[in-house]
């Protein structure tokens, strides 16, 4: 309840527009109980959760990442709940892209991958049914905007392609 309460002076004192929780620093998916009461505040106060998806960085176990069945089952329990998963996915894009064309709230951003890494499905996706799926992101400060938008062009996305993973679908999610 304290994080709860926690999450909602944030939310109301500084105009957070999310929650992130990176569950391998525990060992614990998303799935884990112990995010619920987070996980129903988050819809209460209309903010997305922004998860981790695919394997980790650092030494940790990155199973708590997997698209398949953790994303998709919190998907199903909280129906209401807009997830972002951040990351691509990868190495689970296809399932990553597969949850989030079965769920309405659940999102895929891509941070710490810059354009040229963005592998060929989640390519695809971005150009046909994923076009409002996709969200922008960085993962700064590690890797800088520029840096990741350096080879934007060679994704070949239209105008109004670009214009949704840029900014119009993180307006529409974050309500910002």
């Not at 199973?63 to 996915?89: M, N, Q, S, T, W």
């Not at 996706?125 to 969200?135: D, E, I, S």
């Amino acid at each position: 309840m304290e994080a709860v309460r926690e999450l909602r002076r944030c939310v109301t004192d500084y105009r957070f527009r999310g929650l992130r929780i990176v569950q391998w620093l525990w060992d614990l998916p998303a799935t884990d109980r112990r995010y619920y009461p987070l996980f129903a505040e988050c819809v209460n106060l209309d903010i997305p959760v922004c998860l981790q998806v695919g394997h980790t960085g650092p030494l940790c176990p990155s199973e708590p990442g997997r698209p398949i069945p953790y994303i998709d089952v919190a998907a199903i329990e909280f129906p209401e709940l807009k997830i972002v998963c951040g990351h691509i996915g990868y190495p689970w894009t296809t399932e990553m892209i597969a949850v989030a064309t079965k769920h309405p709230n659940v999102f895929i951003d891509t941070s710490a991958y810059t354009a040229k890494r963005y592998p060929q499905e989640l390519v695809t996706y971005m150009k046909t049914n994923g076009r409002n799926k996709v969200l922008f992101g960085t993962n700064y400060p590690m890797i800088l905007p520029d840096k990741c938008l350096e080879d934007l062009d060679s994704l070949g996305l239209n105008e109004e392609g670009k214009e949704l993973f840029l900014h119009q679908n993180a307006e529409r999610v974050f309500r910002l």
